[in-house]
Nanobody, 125 residues
Framework: VQLVESGGGSVQAGGSLKLSCTAS????????MGWFRQAPGKEREGVSF????????YYEDSVKGRFAISRDNAKNTLYLVMNSLKPEDTAMYYC???????????????????WGQGTQVTVSS
């Protein structure tokens, strides 16, 4: 099983990025997926979650209205569109899948079994 993130980069505040996470080695279409991020010196936190069919999504409060999660099950790919980026969004972003928790704990790291290596997002002021 492999998850590969891409799309990170350096942008100025107010800019946009689109992250992708492509899954291989298993059929990701039947699994919920999530995006997490970890800033230097901070714990990894849940950013967003999407159910297997895309009908249920959750967002961390600070990104609501700015980030949008989506998935293309035919391509085994997860996306995160990030608009109006702020310096505090700077972090390594990870995708995760094989969610074994309940929707109420979508932000819990331990409820995901597979993780990507991450893609760096840097937002300058």
């Amino acid at each position: 099983v492999q998850l590969v993130e891409s799309g990170g980069g350096s942008v100025q505040a107010g800019g946009s990025l689109k992250l992708s996470c492509t899954a291989s080695g298993f059929t990701g279409s039947g699994y919920c997926m999530g995006w997490f991020r970890q800033a230097p010196g901070k714990e990894r936190e849940g950013v967003s979650f999407i159910s297997w069919n895309g009908q249920i999504t959750y967002y961390e409060d600070s990104v609501k209205g700015r980030f949008a999660i989506s998935r293309d099950n035919a391509k085994n790919t997860l996306y995160l569109v990030m608009n109006s980026l702020k310096p505090e969004d700077t972090a390594m972003y990870y995708c995760a899948t094989d969610f074994v928790g309940s929707y109420g704990t979508w932000y819990r790291e331990s409820d995901y079994n597979y993780w990507g290596q991450g893609t760096q997002v840097t937002v300058s002021s």
